[in-house]
Structure formats: C-alpha cells, structure tokens
C-alpha cells in the first residue's frame, strides 16, 4: 500500500498509465542574429497561446468558467511584458530562445517556490507547466498525449500539471496519483472539479507502480494499492458503489441554502485549522467559517507568528471566502494544546489552569498582537472576533475593552478595518452556560463549544478511560447547559451557533433545532450530509422529539431514544 494525500474524494480502480514525461533537453547555441530568433520565440508564444485557448476552452466544458481561468493564467503568465521583455533582452544578449525562456522560468519558479505560502508556492507549478509547454513548442516536441488514455485508466504521473488535466478524458481516467501535489494545486482543484479521484504526494509512485498494473486510487484515504488481491478489489468495489450512491444523494443539496422541512433558514459554515482550510470549506458548499482555531498557527512555528504573518493568514482566509462570515476565535491554548516555547509551567491540573482568554489577558502584548492582525484582516472580509473559555463577564468586557484600544490605535495610523466587526464568545465552560443570560448582554453571538463543555459540565476529562463513560453531550446536565444558552441568546436576540463535534452529530439535530440555534459550525466533509439533515425535520417535529428526549433521565435512554427515532 502506497500513501499520500488524498486530494480529490472517491474511489477510481483500474490499470496504470504511467506517463512519462518528454525530454525537454537542447543543446543551447549562441545566437548571432537575434532578430530571427525572438520571431521564433514570438512565434512560439503565439502557438503555446493558441494551444492553452484550446485547453482552456475545454475544460470551461468539462469543468467550467473559473476553471478555464486557470489556463488562461497561464496565458498572460507568458504574455507578461516583463517576462518577455526580459527573455528578448537575454536573446539580444546572444542566448538561443530555449535558454533565454528557461532562465527567466527557472527565477520565477525559485521565487514562487520560495514563498511562505501555499498557494503562490503552488504559482511555480503553474510556471513550470508554461515552460515545458513552451520548451516543447520551440524544441518540435509532441505534448503528452494523456487525452489518448484508454477507459478505465488511472494515470500515473510525476507531477500534474494544469494543461495535463485540460487535455483529460474524464470518462476515460478512473483515477489519478501523482508524486507531487497537494489540496491547494491547481491541478488538485481541478481533480475535484472533474470529480476524478486522486492522490498526490505519493513517493516514488512512478517507480512502484508499473504501466498496465490494476491499482485502487483512494482519494478519500490517500491511499494507492498496487495489485490488489481479490478480497481488497471487491472490498474498494463496494465502497466505490458506496461513495457514487451517496454523493449522488448529498449533491441534490450542493449550492441550496439550509432550511429545515418547513422553511426555516440556518448557516451551515465549517471550522478550520489553517487559511487553506477556508478553500476546502468553501469546496464543501460551506456557507463561511465558524470556528477558525487560530493556535495552529502558533503550534506550526517555534516563536510566535509576528503581526504581519497573522494579518497575511487571516486575510487570505478572509479573501478566500470573499463576503462568507469568517468568526476568527482567539488564541485557545493550554489543556491539551501545548506551544512549548510560550513557556507554559507544567500545572497539576491544566484543563483548569492558565489557559486560553486567561493567558491572553495577562500576556496583553501577545493578545494585542493577534487582535490588531484581525483588526487589519477585517478590512478583507467579514471577520468576526470569538473569545475562547469565557468563565465570567469581566472577560468579555477585559477583551472587548482591549479591541476598542486596538480601534482607537488603529484609526490614529489611519489603518483600515471594519469598524462594525463584531465580538463574540465561546460558551463552553459551565459557567458561561448558566450565566449565558448574563453573558449575552456584552457579546454580539454566542458559539457552543461542546467538547469542552461537555467535559467541564461533567467534571471528567474524555482522555480518561476510566471516566470517559460520563463524557457525552447527551447528557441531560450538557443538554440543559445548551438549551438554556441558546434560550438566553434568543431573549437577547443574538445568534447562537454550536461549532462543537455535536452540531454534526445527527441525533442532536431535532434538539438543535427544537432549541433554537441558528448556525452549525462542522468540519468541511459534515456539510452536505447535515444539509440534507436538518431538510428532513419540521420545527414541530423537532419540538416533539426534544420534549419526549429532554423528559427521560439518563443518557442512555436520551441517546436510545434519539436512535429510535432516527434511525
Ligand atoms: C469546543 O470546545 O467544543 C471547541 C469547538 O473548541 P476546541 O475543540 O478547539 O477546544
Ligand atoms: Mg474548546
């Protein structure tokens, strides 16, 4: 078994094309009428244009217009004035035109490879595509021609590019796996699009897979079997008729809002980890972000992320998901979320220590970092601000008071944001459930954090197996604590989201419903399927079910009942 990152979901088995790529090697030559040669590299320029058009015009058919946009970058990537400015100046300079082209490429490509960033990392893919394709052009040499692939394949590549995918059959490719790539390539997002299962990032998958082999592309795993026996064939068949039955059901609800069977409007956004996390949410059909756990960023790096490198992360989150909300929560570390180089002293008790808001509001320094990086991010987006951990009002209002310093601050250097953002809170401590009443007249929203409520509503931590048993949200304690926070935010006539697992759990839907909240926050892949969900119950259905479920005692029954229900 072959692994790598699954970037486009599904299951494609069938026989390996390997494509091997062309070589693109010349003997570089001094040019001594240069005139000729830039009309040969003019020329050139001319055909590779005229052969991405195609390609773009392609795939605008089988994928569509923002995808065809993708070739056509490529288009005004070579089209660049500086670009072929420059290669002309280098020509003049005595260099062939091969040379010229591949000097001028090769700068941006280690430019472009050297950022910080995914997605301008992933621009040097997009360069290296235009260099072969224009090498191939002036060298005489035939494109790979990937578009011949018999049905039934699953291409094997070393890197895909952009023009392969434009040039792709896709009712003849089953799958595609290639040694390089990620979620955020191009040549990924057009996978996706296509709906072509793949896997990328696979080591040296050209040199353990042989042309002709039967292979499984696990795009949902990113896993590659090479040979399978019969028991794993009929095992990834199933899944396969699975996975198509289900999409099939889940895709009548892609770009429809979220109502419930009698009309009633929700938000449906995602939690996220990372700025890409945003791309992927919004791939999902998520209605924006809910949750965006900012301490990723601080637990990928050994200082802390400075202000610039937050507001780059949180405005390319918020460019991503155009005008969808984007609730940017905090700094939430301690418990289980250790940063050593915070220096955080061991406690003996670290769910109850000097965590979260609690840090932030002693390290100010550190905390107005971050809030001014949201604060300059919000002029991008529609960023919300979200405390974690609140226990007590004076949180709210020690945090609150803080953003408005950042304002003033802000305003004097005459640097833009949104002057409107609003300020929320995480409830989920039990404290912040019971005085929710208290808590939702200083927040602009609430967010339930379930797997920390839970826990702390239940005195028990889940990474304890002999307590791990009292650990479920369906416990009456935990379902009261919700109830009561979204009654308290509907008096105060804020929105209440839940961003914790349960807003994905479908046995909590009626209840949440019943209740009354008004976004789920879920994972990227949890979309479709809690869409679908919460289309499938009416409020007063949804009200008699709670009512029966919040009458019985224990958690077992509550739980017991919710399945019988729901089958
Ligand atoms: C929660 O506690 O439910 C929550 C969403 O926050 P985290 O899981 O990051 O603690
Ligand atoms: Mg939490």
């Given at each position: 078994m072959l692994k790598?990152?699954?970037?486009?979901?599904?299951?494609?088995?069938?026989?390996?094309?390997?494509?091997?790529?062309?070589?693109?090697?010349?003997?570089?030559?001094?040019?001594?009428?240069?005139?000729?040669?830039?009309?040969?590299?003019?020329?050139?320029?001319?055909?590779?244009?005229?052969?991405?058009?195609?390609?773009?015009?392609?795939?605008?058919?089988?994928?569509?217009?923002?995808?065809?946009?993708?070739?056509?970058?490529?288009?005004?990537?070579?089209?660049?004035?500086?670009?072929?400015?420059?290669?002309?100046?280098?020509?003049?300079?005595?260099?062939?035109?091969?040379a010229a082209l591949e000097q001028m490429c090769d700068m941006f490509i280690s430019i472009f490879s050297a950022a910080e960033d995914d997605l301008t990392r992933q621009r040097a893919a997009d360069v290296r595509d235009v260099k072969a394709g224009m090498l191939g052009v002036l060298l005489g040499i035939e494109d790979v021609k990937i578009g011949d692939a018999p049905k039934g394949s699953v291409i094997v590549v070393r890197e895909l590019t952009p023009s392969m995918i434009a040039e792709i059959k896709k009712e003849n490719i089953a799958g595609i796996i290639a040694e390089t790539g990620s979620t955020t390539s191009h040549s990924a997002i057009l996978a996706r699009v296509l709906e072509i299962p793949a896997?990328?990032?696979?080591?040296?998958?050209?040199?353990?897979?042989?042309?002709?082999?039967?292979?499984?592309?696990?795009?949902?795993?990113g896993v590659v079997i090479v040979s399978p026996v019969e028991e794993e064939l009929k095992e990834y068949e199933a899944k396969r008729e699975r996975f198509v039955r289900e999409k099939a059901e889940l895709d009548?609800?892609?770009?429809?809002?979220?109502?419930?069977?009698?009309?009633?409007?929700?938000?449906?956004?995602?939690?996220?980890?990372?700025?890409?996390?945003?791309?992927?949410?919004?791939?999902?059909?998520?209605?924006?972000?809910?949750?965006?756990?900012?301490?990723?960023?601080?637990?990928?790096?050994?200082?802390?992320?400075?202000?610039?490198?937050?507001?780059d992360a949180y405005k390319k989150a918020?460019?991503?998901?155009?005008?969808?909300?984007?609730?940017?929560?905090?700094?939430?570390?301690?418990g289980d979320k250790e940063i050593p180089y915070l220096g955080l002293e061991k406690e003996d008790n670290p769910f109850m220590g000097f965590r979260a808001i609690?840090?932030?509001?002693?390290?100010?320094?550190?905390?107005?970092?971050?809030?001014?990086?949201?604060?300059?991010?919000?002029?991008?987006?529609?960023?919300?601000?979200?405390?974690?951990?609140?226990?007590?009002?004076?949180?709210?209002?020690?945090?609150?008071?803080?953003?408005?310093?950042?304002?003033?601050?802000?305003?004097?250097?005459?640097?833009?944001?949104?002057?409107g953002i609003k300020v929320g809170i995480m409830v989920e401590t039990a404290a912040a459930a019971v005085i929710a009443d208290i808590l939702a007249k200083e927040s602009d929203f609430f967010s339930i954090g379930t797997n920390d409520l839970t826990g702390y509503t239940m005195a028990c931590d889940r990474g304890n197996g002999n307590v791990a048993y009292l650990y479920s949200v369906m416990q009456p304690s935990v379902l009261r604590m919700i109830k009561r926070t979204i009654e308290c935010a509907a008096r105060e006539g804020i929105p209440v989201g839940m961003c914790g697992e349960a807003a994905a759990d479908p046995l909590m839907t009626p209840l949440l419903i019943s209740f009354g909240l008004t976004e789920f926050s879920v994972s990227a892949p949890s979309v479709l399927r809690l869409r679908k969900n919460i289309a499938s119950w009416t409020k007063e259905r949804a009200d008699e079910v709670a009512a029966e479920a919040m009458r019985l005692e224990t958690q077992a029954e509550i739980k017991e009942y919710l399945s019988s229900v729901i089958g």
């Open positions: 790598g990152t699954g970037v486009s979901a599904g299951i494609g088995i069938g026989k390996a094309l390997l494509i091997e790529e062309h070589s693109l090697e010349y003997t570089p030559v001094t040019i001594t009428e240069p005139q000729a040669e830039k009309e040969r590299f003019n020329d050139a320029v001319k055909t590779f244009c005229e052969n991405t058009k195609k390609q773009a015009d392609a795939l605008r058919i089988s994928a569509g217009d923002k995808e065809a946009e993708i070739m056509l970058g490529h288009i005004s990537l070579i089209e660049d004035p500086f670009l072929t400015g420059e290669v002309e100046k280098l020509i003049e300079g005595g260099q062939c035109a091969e896997v990328m990032s696979v080591d040296d998958a050209m040199l353990s897979i042989r042309g002709g082999d039967t292979v499984i592309c696990d795009g949902s795993a009548k609800f892609r770009g429809k809002p979220t109502v419930s069977a009698d009309g009633i409007r929700y938000e449906l956004v995602c939690n996220i980890g990372k700025p890409d996390d945003a791309a992927k949410a919004v791939d999902n059909d998520g209605e924006g972000v809910g949750l965006f756990r900012t301490e990723f960023l601080f637990m990928d790096k050994t200082s802390v992320p400075t202000e610039d490198e937050q507001f918020a460019l991503i998901l155009k005008e969808k909300p984007l609730i940017i929560r905090t700094l939430d570390i301690g609690r840090y932030c509001l002693k390290y100010r320094s550190l905390f107005k970092t971050q809030l001014r990086a949201i604060l300059r991010a919000s002029a991008f987006g529609n960023i919300s601000i979200m405390f974690p951990l609140i226990t007590c009002v004076e949180e709210v209002r020690a945090g609150k008071l803080l953003v408005d310093e950042i304002m003033e601050e802000l305003r004097a250097e005459g640097i833009a944001f949104d002057e």
